[in-house]
Structure formats: structure tokens, C-alpha cells
């Protein structure tokens, strides 16, 4: 039966009327009793718990010992769960990247055991895209002369009041178009060495960084534990 601190028998009476729909006790668990702050932010202890308070944080103590034996939280509204589930997943996928940049350091020092090592697989990678760009600032370079005679060329037949061709027009047009994509592919390349030569820059420092953190691990003496004094025999 459900007691507070301030009961009436009216109260008594009305808990009792509930009483089935109460949170029965285990048979067979050891005799306990329930304390919960109602809504009228009372203190309440009883047997078993009304409807009311199936979602109230509440205590279980001992009628034995009269110690806490379990601490239950109140049920989260819907809108709190959505919150706790939502840092959950925050923080879920906060350790995956960090698993994957432990990962990523590990694969780093074993795939190049030098700096040297390290700086020669980006001067590759360099050489390969500054080359790519020179071959085609080449071509856009042979473009614009070829733009440029076409132009020169169209210019003259109209001085002399002559129709340009339909042949020299197309390729005018042509060549502009070629001309066009040429400049775009040149600003990419230009813009792949630049993010290269950061990438590079941030990986070495990065690098030297765990290169010195493995040096301080390894010159770090281990603990050895203290010899023993002995022990003079007695006379």
C-alpha cells in the first residue's frame, strides 16, 4: 500500500482502488519499497508504484536494510531521446574518424619509413602534373597562333570585301572552341599542383610530428622496479 508523508484516508483509499493496475512486486524478489517525487513535488513512498509514477525517477530500497538498492532515471520526453540519440550518433561517428586517422597514420609511417622516402613518392606525383600542365599550356599556346592566323586571315578577306569561307569559318569556330577547353583544363591542372604542393606540405609537417611522437615513446626508459636491499642475517 502506497504511504506518503502527508496521507489522508481519502488518499489511502484511492491508491488502494489502483492498486491493480499498480507495478506489482517480484514474489520472489526481496521485500523493497518505492520513493518517487510526485507532481505535487512531494516525497512518496509506497509498495508498488501507481500509473502515475511508472515515468518518474524514482529509488528502490531494501525494506530490509533500508539501503538504496536501485536508482532508476525518469523516462526521456520524446523530444530528449530524439537529442540523446542524435549525440549518440554524434559521437558514434567522432571515433570512427578517429579510428580512421589512426589508421591513416599507421599506413602513413609504414608506407614510407623516411621522410625521404615520403618527399620523393610527392616529387613524383609533381613531376607528373607539372609535365601534364606543361604539355598543355603547349598546346594552347599552338592554339592561340592558330586562332590568331585564322582571325588575321577572316580580317583580310573583308578588307578586300570578300566573304569569308564557310571552311575558314567552321574552323574559326573550331579552333575557339578547342582554344576554350584547353584554358579550362589548363586552370584545373594549375589548380591540382597548388592543392598538391598544400597536400604536401601538411603530410610532411604531419609526419615529422609522428616521427617525433614514436622518438619520445621509444627514448622513454622503462620502469624497472627497485633491487631489493638484503636483509643481514641475525648473529
Known amino acids: 500500500m502506497n504511504v506518503s508523508r502527508k496521507t489522508t484516508l481519502a488518499v489511502i483509499v484511492a491508491m488502494l482502488l489502483v492498486a491493480p493496475v499498480a507495478l506489482a512486486a517480484d514474489p520472489a524478489a526481496p521485500p523493497k519499497l518505492y ?38 532515471d525518469r523516462t526521456l520526453t520524446p523530444e530528449e531521446q530524439a537529442a540523446a540519440q542524435a549525440k549518440a550518433d554524434a559521437d558514434a561517428k567522432a571515433a570512427e574518424v578517429i579510428e ?21 613518392a610527392y616529387d613524383e606525383r609533381l613531376a607528373s602534373l607539372t609535365e601534364t600542365l606543361k604539355a598543355t599550356r603547349i598546346g594552347l599556346e599552338s592554339q592561340q597562333q592558330g586562332m590568331s592566323s585564322q582571325l588575321v586571315a577572316a580580317s583580310n578577306l573583308e578588307l578586300s570585301n570578300k566573304p569569308v569561307g564557310a571552311k575558314l569559318e567552321s574552323s574559326i569556330k573550331s579552333t575557339h572552341a578547342l582554344l576554350v577547353e584547353q584554358q579550362a583544363s589548363a586552370m584545373q591542372q ?43 642475517p641475525k648473529g
Open 35 to 72: 520513493h518517487w517525487v510526485g507532481a505535487d513535488g512531494k516525497d512518496h513512498y509506497g509498495d508498488t508504484l501507481p500509473p502515475e509514477a511508472l515515468t518518474q525517477a524514482r529509488q528502490e530500497i531494501s525494506k530490509n536494510s533500508g539501503m538504496t538498492i536501485k536508482q532508476v
Open 190 to 232: 594549375e589548380a591540382q599542383v597548388a592543392k598538391l604542393l598544400q597536400e604536401s606540405a601538411t603530410t610532411m609537417e604531419h609526419y615529422r610530428s609522428l616521427q617525433a611522437a614514436a622518438a619520445e615513446r621509444n627514448a622513454t626508459p622503462a620502469t624497472t622496479p627497485p633491487t631489493p636491499t638484503p636483509t643481514p
Open 100 to 120: 580512421k586517422a589512426k589508421q591513416d597514420d599507421q599506413v602513413l609511417m609504414a608506407s614510407y619509413p623516411t621522410e625521404a622516402d615520403l618527399k620523393r
